[in-house]
């Protein structure tokens, strides 16, 4: 009974750090964070963008919110200035990002050092958006898709937005309406989702470009081969238990994608701050601070599967070494070899884990 009860405390422990790093719930779309600690070269350049922002807002023919969206997300990610993300804020909710307007208003409203009237106007801004938004997590069967959203409303012109999504879900807070979703892969195949979103829905979609591929598994067993044959007599002392493979092998697999996408986050930090940041258009500066984020995700999701695997490791040698000092001092055979079980799991928000029972 006790060797059960370790080896489900080893798969407990295995299967909660994997859920923590590859499930953890469903991620908001697209939102941006600023700087800790601006420099004095990162002030400069977020007044930049800010006046641009402004005159695209402040255009003749009429506000340029689509324009203006980018040169505030730049402004106020390098300086965490409360005028960049309060007209953010604005753009994202004249753009229909409703999810992320409602994240930066929210943000605004935090400070202490805002206008009242300001204050007034977000809280009422804050409140329409609230009480219509859609939440629709998404996910696909492959990373880096581009996923195009189309609402057509019932006069005007039609509303685009453009989000990337994989394997993990993300929560797009969504404007009500007639919505086209199309997502594309990097060999350019098309996954198209037309729905009616109504307003506070909440929605889950897969895209799935595969969709011959099983999407769960039942799991398998590995048993302890019996040495020499013996099908029934006691279990030979010495050697390295079966389970302990296995665990070690886990470790070892996710520590090679862990240590490749380490590398190609550098690679790719180090591009994006001396080659692209404030030097090429906004649209790719965007794009490769995207794929930044999205290498550093799955490097840090590696990272816990192979902590997780690692402290199972360990587990799994203390509960076979307990085992056999066990035999040993009570002269009893064991009779039943070590039984373990795998299987992927995936709950409604999308979280992923890898579910592990065993009996010893």
Known sequence: MRHKVLARLAAVVLTAFVCLLAGHGSVLAQTVTPKPNPSAQDIEKAKRHMASGVAFIQDPDGARYEEAYPEFKQAYELSGSMNALQNLAICSMKLELDGEAI???ERFLESDK???ADKAQVERDLGALKGSVAWVTVASDKPNVTLHDTRTP????????????GIQAKRLGIHPGSHEFVAS??????VKWRVE???GEQLRHDFSFDPNAPVTAEGFETKDPVPGGDTGGDEDEGGIHPAVWITLGITVAALIPWAVFMGMSASK???YDNEILGQKPIDEQQEAADSLKQTNLLADVFLGITAAAAVATVIVVAVTLTADDGDDASNKPRKNAVTLKFAPAVDPRGAGALMVTGEF
């Open 103 to 105: 994240d930066y208003f």
């Open 114 to 116: 805002i206008d009242e």
């Open 154 to 165: 019932r006069s005007g012109a039609p509303k685009r937005n453009r989000y990337t999504i």
């Open 185 to 190: 892969d990097d060999s350019g195949k098309d």
């Open 197 to 199: 979103i109504k307003n």
């Open 269 to 271: 930090k180090s591009e």
